[in-house]
């Protein structure tokens, strides 16, 4: 075998986990259009229409906090799914309502594919039932402790309106019954910069990962993306 050839085959032994990370993956199932940003650390999108296929996210930027905004408006409150990978090591997520919770007549839930995977204690499925104002095991408040964490390869489905599209008039104004009828019949509301909705904070889970290289289902401390500079980081979870 020639050299070369020799040693990239050697490399490619020694680092298989490189290609075997999870993907993050939004589903639609509320029947009427949801707008989306993806927005990591100081960076930002504009809120732009979810396609009808959804859309996904491999996890590709060890220790950065990735927040995917989510509104049935273009410009009004959003719900974030957040998660933040460490490469070798695990993936941390939650959903925030802290800016909102806009699709509370449909409900949300979080399913993470290795659900109790073994060291992962916290490993497991965050649901937001259909009709709740609250949910409380989404954040609603910055000090909230509901970080979960998985296994790096763990891929993340987080869906909206998982038992189908609500009865027209939600559970409150801003819920997805009501949004998204109002953004249906108003052109006006064409999207905007994510600014506008919520900015990202910095020092988010990121710039304060500790996690132990000896125990992979150790929890990165202080979990917070996406939220406006002026609030708090999450409490660390301990699982």
């Not at 020799?6 to 986990?17: N, S």
């Not at 049935?72 to 919770?101: L, M």
């Not at 909230?144 to 790096?152: I, L, N, Q, S």
Request: some cysteine; overall charge negative; charged content about 15%.
């Amino acid at each position: 075998m020639h050299p070369t050839v020799a040693i990239t085959a050697a490399l490619l032994t020694l680092f298989p986990t490189s290609l075997a990370v999870g993907t993050a993956h939004v589903v639609n199932n509320c029947g009427a259009q949801v707008y989306f940003a993806s927005v990591g650390q100081s960076a930002h999108s504009d809120m732009a229409a979810l396609p009808a296929s959804g859309y996904s996210e491999g996890f590709d930027k060890s220790g950065v906090g990735i927040s995917i905004k989510l509104s049935p408006s273009a410009s009004g409150p959003v719900t974030q799914f957040e998660f933040t990978w460490v490469e070798g090591q695990n993936v941390a997520y939650d959903i925030s309502n802290i800016d909102g919770n806009p699709f509370s007549a449909g409900g949300m839930s979080l399913v993470p594919s290795m659900e109790g995977a073994e060291g992962f204690p916290s490993c497991v499925t965050v649901n937001c039932p259909a009709g709740q104002d609250r949910c409380d095991a989404a954040y609603n408040l910055p000090d909230d402790v509901r970080t979960k964490v998985c296994p790096e390869n763990s891929d993340l489905t987080f869906t909206l309106c998982p038992g189908g599209a609500p009865a027209a008039g939600g559970e409150d104004s801003g819920s997805v019954g009501v949004g998204l009828s109002a953004a249906a019949g108003n052109p006006a509301q064409l999207p905007q910069a994510a600014s506008e909705v919520s900015t990202p904070a910095q020092g988010s889970l990121a710039s304060s990962v500790k996690a132990s290289s000896t125990n992979k289902s150790t929890k990165p401390t202080g979990f917070r993306v996406g939220h406006p500079p002026q609030r708090r980081a999450h409490a660390p979870e301990m699982v």
